[in-house]
Structure formats: C-alpha cells, structure tokens
C-alpha cells in the first residue's frame, strides 16, 4: 500500500460503477417526499462529487445536464487521468475533475471552487481516517450553498458488527503477502476458508465467512480488497453521522432508498408504537436499522432544513412526469424487512402501469385517470415513493438538444466489447432520465443492435450474445443464472430476448434510448 494513501488502498484503482443514488434530481425528490424542501435545479446547479473514483457517476450527469457545473475529486492520479480522458473524448465542458486530497480542499493552494447546491460521497465516510471525515465537515461547511443538499453512504452498524472480527483477520493475513491488494486479499480469503475449515473460526462468524468466500466473481480481488483492507474501515451507527455533519449544520432529510422513508413498509406496528416514544429522531432511524438490518445507508442530508406543508409537497410531486423505465408485473408487491408483504391498490395500480406503458404522464394526470377506483386512497407522496422506489418508473424531462447530443458523444466512447467483459454491465447516458441507465450484457447486446437499426431476431441476438461470452471467455447470465451449456444457454438467451424485443423495446423508445 502506498504511503500517500493515509491507509487507504491505493496501489489498485476501484472498480468502475455508475450510482444513480447519487443524482442530483433524485437527491432533491427524496428530500421533498420525507417533506423538506430541495434546492431548484431546473435552472442550473453546482454539483460536487468527493471520492468520484474513475468519474462515471459525475460524467454520466455531466452530459445529462449540460446547464450544470460539475466539479469532482479523487486523490487517485489513476482515477483522475482516466476521468479527463473520457470527459475530454466526450467533449464535456462543464465538468472538471480534480487530483485533490479532502484535505487540501482546506489548504492555502485549494481549487476555486464555487458554492455547491449539491455534494455527494458514496463509498467514502466509514472507510477513511477520522481526520479526513473532519475535513470533508469542513469543507461541507464551507462550500454548501445554504438549503444545499449532501449525500452520504456508509457500512451501518449492527449489520456489520459479525463482520468486524473478519476484516481484522484479513487485513492482518493481507499484510503476510507481498503482492498487490487484489492478490493479497485473495491469499487471504483462502487462508480465512482454512481457517474456518479447522474451526478457528467461531461458527458464529461462519455466516460472515460465507458472505465474503461466496462473493460473486465480480466482486472478488479489487472490490473486495477496496471494502475490507483500508486502515480506517469503520462500520458506523445512524446516530454518529448525524453529529459529525451537524458541524456543517446538517440535517438528516431522507434516504435515496424511498420506500425506506415510509416507516410502515419497514418496521412493524409494535415497533413503530414503541418507536414512538423515542423523543429524538437521530435515535428513532438508528433503532429502525436495529430492525431492518441495513449493510449500507444511503442518507441525504440539507443544509438548514425547511418543512413543507402536505399542499407544497403535493404541487411539487404532482407536477412530476415519469415514465415507466421497466416491464411492470401484474401487481405491484413491496416486501417488508419482516416478510410479510404490501399490495397498493392493485386495481388503481393496473390503471397507472396502462397509461405509462403508453407514454409518460405527470403525476397529476395519472391521479385523475378516468375509471379510478372511487376510494382508491393513492396520494402523490405514494404513487411516486411506489412507482420510483421499485424502479418501476423514473422522472422523466424532455431533453435539450445539448443535453442529447452530449449524451450521445459520451455514448460513443463506450465500447461496445465492454459488456461482455464486465459483469457490471454498461452504463449509457440519458438526457431524459438527467442520468445514466446500466444495462447488462444481454440487454446491452440488444441496446446497441437496435440502436444501429439493426434486425430484432430473438434467434441472431442470442447467437451473437453466447458468442460474445464464449469469445471473452465468460458464459451467458440468463435470468441471474450462468449457464454453460452452449445449446442451452443459446435456447435460453432466444427465449429471453423474444420477451425483452415484446416488452422493453417499446419502453426505451418511450425513454428515448432508442
């Protein structure tokens, strides 16, 4: 590990991933569904991504939001040269990336940067040093606009409390080998399988050990090495992020995840009664962690938080125009922690999913549907926390012309070949959604045929995908599963594909993918 890093792993790059959580307009919508309000961003915004890794997240909003400033920062040289040359072979000129440490932000040679409507840092507070989590406070404290927004993930404690002897053991088996990070935390993940073996591990870790030796493949080497080999990985309570952002004068406003924003669908009635009598509400969302086992928050914070009346709120939600993003089930489920199972108005529900699969529709017009149930009791902070939470439907905006043809350049250097050598996926950008969509490998290979207007056969996707993966050494996923079988996965694909050419093509045209 490099010296410069501050215990942080430095002599591997991350992975690269595109965050959709940390998006600027979803950010604002989830602060104005839990009733606070949220800057305006219709009419251009500063926007500051710390930790931005390889830069995908803040590029892929960079091109969807061409009237925006976007700044973001990394320490990694690495991370940084890769970003500028993708934003440069984008030609994005409203995004510059930074080779800073959160500490220099602070210092006397810091960039002029200007104030932010926006901050978010994913993967970052519960895996640097306490000092640095201090000068991010500072800097928040700094550069946010007031009613200005702060995004923030983090491992969560109790979920991680079985994990936390683990990491110890093998952080200190990584330290035995002399290769890289991602070499040495295979080393010591298969030493941490012996040790298990030989009953030296507790069985009551043995849950913890499966979770990290059943990885998906993906995930193992630089992934995991980044997650678990950092001096300073620190799982951390609800409760004590929001005293050190209180410093920045902070508020906790909402979670990205917005069907965890409504108490119901994640604690149960005796929970919520007891809840209740906890008088402050830092204590109220740690104790609901207690019940739903969170392994990472994903919280928004504001800047001076405001309430809105249930009538603000409504207008702003009502004015909303969505469009469905995924092929919808007959009834809309959503699964509580507790197992148990919520079913919204499957009637209204029916109506709602019928009209966007023909175009998109505001919010108010969805609730004034002709042949509505007449007590269907769906309100807008509903149908939206619904509809958005289950990735059924997204926030839709007819794009600029410079939105668009900023996305399509950076479409353009996305290679085709990378799907089928990255399990993540593609992420493409798009101007009507103000973000990114990732596509796996399947999906990508019948992105891009349909794309270049190429022929819709069920049979020629599925030969050219399963040729694809053999040719990249890899096999076809086909409904989460890898099947190896040539013939059957070429059976497989085909049937998939005839599904996904009926019902996800007329989605994307609706989008504008396509």
């Known amino acids: 590990m490099d010296k410069w890093?501050?215990?942080?792993?430095?002599?591997?790059?991350?992975?690269?991933?595109?965050?959709?959580?940390?998006?600027?307009?979803?950010?604002?919508?989830?602060?104005?569904?839990?009733?606070?309000?949220?800057?305006?961003?219709?009419?251009?915004?500063?926007?500051?991504?710390?930790?931005?890794?390889?830069?995908?997240?803040?590029?892929?909003?960079?091109?969807?939001?061409?009237?925006?400033?976007?700044?973001?920062?990394?320490?990694?040289?690495?991370?940084?040269?890769?970003?500028?040359?993708?934003?440069?072979?984008?030609?994005?000129?409203?995004?510059?990336?930074?080779?800073?440490?959160?500490?220099?932000?602070?210092?006397?040679?810091?960039?002029?940067?200007?104030?932010?409507?926006?901050?978010?840092?994913?993967?970052?507070?519960?895996?640097?040093?306490?000092?640095?989590?201090?000068?991010?406070?500072?800097?928040?404290?700094?550069?946010?606009?007031?009613?200005?927004?702060?995004?923030?993930?983090?491992n969560t404690m109790p979920a991680w409390l079985p994990m936390q002897p683990l990491q110890r053991v093998l952080k200190e088996l990584s330290a035995l080998s002399p290769g890289r990070s991602d070499q040495a935390i295979d080393h010591a993940i298969a030493m941490l399988k012996r040790l298990t073996e030989a009953n030296?591990?507790?069985?009551?870790?043995?849950?913890?050990?499966?979770?990290?030796?059943?990885?998906?493949?993906?995930?193992?080497?630089?992934?995991?090495?980044?997650?678990?080999?950092?001096?300073?990985?620190?799982?951390?309570?609800?409760?004590?992020?929001?005293?050190?952002?209180?410093?920045?004068?902070l508020s906790f406003a909402a979670s990205t995840e917005l069907l965890k924003n409504f108490t119901n669908l994640c604690v149960t009635e005796a929970q919520q009664k007891v809840l209740a009598e906890i008088p402050t509400p830092e204590l109220r969302?740690?104790?609901?962690?207690?019940?739903?086992?969170?392994?990472?928050?994903?919280?928004?914070?504001?800047?001076?938080?405001?309430?809105?009346?249930?009538?603000?709120?409504?207008?702003?939600?009502?004015?909303?125009?969505?469009?469905?993003?995924?092929?919808?089930?007959?009834?809309?489920?959503?699964?509580?922690?507790?197992?148990?199972?919520?079913?919204?108005s499957p009637e209204a529900y029916a109506k709602f999913i019928a009209a966007l699969e023909t175009r998109p529709h505001s919010v108010r017009e969805l609730l004034s549907l002709p042949g509505l149930?007449?007590?269907?009791?769906?309100?807008?902070?509903?149908?939206?926390?619904?509809?958005?939470?289950t990735g059924l439907a997204a926030p839709f905006q007819q794009p600029s012309t410079e939105a668009q043809q900023a996305c399509d350049r950076l479409n353009r250097t996305i290679e085709t070949a990378s799907a089928f050598s990255s399990p993540q996926g593609v992420t493409v950008a798009l101007a009507s959604l103000k973000g990114g969509m990732t596509l796996g490998a399947g999906e990508f290979n019948l992105y891009m045929t349909a794309r270049q207007g190429g022929q819709l056969n069920s049979d020629q996707l599925a030969a050219r995908y399963v040729a694809l993966c053999k040719h990249n050494g890899g096999h076809p996923i086909i409904d989460d599963k890898t099947v190896e079988d040539e013939a059957e996965a070429h059976a497989a694909a085909a049937r998939d594909y005839a599904v996904k050419i009926q019902r996800l093509i007329p989605l994307w045209h609706l989008i504008g993918m396509i």
């Not at 913890?208 to 950092?230: C, D, F, M, Q, W």
């Not at 207008?315 to 919808?328: D, K, N, S």
């Not at 149930?373 to 939470?389: K, M, N, Q, S, T």
């Open 5 to 154: 890093g501050g215990g942080y792993v430095t002599d591997i790059p991350y992975m690269e991933g595109f965050y959709s959580s940390q998006s600027p307009q979803h950010l604002a919508l989830a602060a104005v569904l839990n009733g606070f309000q949220a800057p305006n961003l219709n009419s251009g915004f500063a926007y500051c991504e710390l930790g931005c890794g390889r830069g995908l997240t803040s590029l892929m909003f960079a091109a969807a939001n061409p009237e925006a400033e976007f700044h973001a920062i990394d320490f990694q040289p690495a991370h940084i040269a890769h970003a500028r040359e993708r934003a440069g072979a984008a030609e994005l000129r409203n995004i510059t990336f930074h080779e800073r440490s959160f500490e220099d932000l602070l210092s006397p040679g810091a960039p002029d940067l200007p104030m932010f409507d926006v901050v978010t840092m994913h993967g970052v507070w519960s895996w640097i040093a306490p000092s640095l989590q201090v000068a991010i406070t500072e800097f928040l404290n700094r550069k946010l606009k007031p009613g200005g927004l702060v995004y923030v993930s983090y």
């Open 200 to 249: 030296i591990i507790p069985p009551i870790l043995h849950g913890g050990v499966k979770r990290i030796t059943n990885s998906p493949a993906s995930l193992v080497g630089p992934y995991l090495a980044h997650e678990y080999l950092n001096d300073y990985w620190r799982p951390v309570y609800h409760i004590d992020v929001v005293r050190a952002l209180s410093a920045a004068k």
């Open 285 to 344: 969302e740690t104790l609901k962690d207690y019940c739903v086992n969170d392994w990472l928050r994903q919280d928004v914070f504001v800047r001076g938080a405001r309430r809105m009346s249930e009538a603000e709120r409504n207008a702003q939600l009502e004015a909303m125009t969505l469009v469905l993003q995924r092929p919808a089930p007959e009834v809309v489920d959503i699964h509580r922690p507790d197992g148990s199972v919520w079913r919204p």
């Open 373 to 389: 149930p007449i007590a269907h009791g769906v309100r807008p902070v509903e149908l939206v926390g619904v509809l958005i939470g």
